[in-house]
């Protein structure tokens, strides 16, 4: 997405009416780098917003999604939006599920497997799963006073 914009010019710029659900979902989810999940944004939002359900949430993420604001890629069985929309692949933390972007040339074609040459790709996006560099300081130091 592009940062130039406001919400509400960003919304309208992709022909996308104006709702308080709308505003609400988006100023979580494209006014910074953002990858969640429904559950989650539903999680950060319902206190203040009582009258939002999981439902409207996941719908408003799949507009979002549907209209390019959004892509989404399945981690571990969820479905993951994210507000990075370039291709790029992703890092994710088996212990504290942080999830980072690993972006990609923009030019570069994707490597294709040998038995997907019949194929006609649409996209393609991989996921290195490890230990990040803080969880990985605390398994070893976690070893060390063993
Ligand atoms: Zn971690
Ligand atoms: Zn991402």
């Known amino acids: 997405m ?25 100023g979580l989810v494209l006014s910074k780098q953002a990858h969640v999940t429904a559950r989650g944004v539903y999680q950060q939002l319902k206190d203040d917003h009582p009258a939002l359900s999981m439902n409207t949430v996941y719908l408003t993420l799949g507009q979002f999604e549907a209209c390019g604001l959004l892509q989404r890629f399945e981690m571990n069985g969820n479905a993951v939006f994210d507000s990075n929309t370039a291709r790029h692949d992703h ?3 088996s212990r504290c599920a942080t999830i980072i972007d690993l972006p990609g040339e923009e030019d570069e074609p994707p ?11 649409q ?3 991989r996921i290195w799963t490890g230990l990040c560099p803080a969880c990985r300081t605390d398994s070893d130091s976690a070893q060390l006073s063993d």
């Open 91 to 93: 890092a994710s933390c």
């Open 2 to 26: 592009s940062m130039m914009h406001d919400i509400p010019t960003l919304l309208r710029s992709h022909d996308l009416r104006l709702t308080p659900q709308r505003l609400t979902v988006a």
């Open 123 to 125: 996209s393609e996006q």
């Open 111 to 121: 490597w294709i497997p040998a038995s997907l040459l019949d194929w006609q790709i």
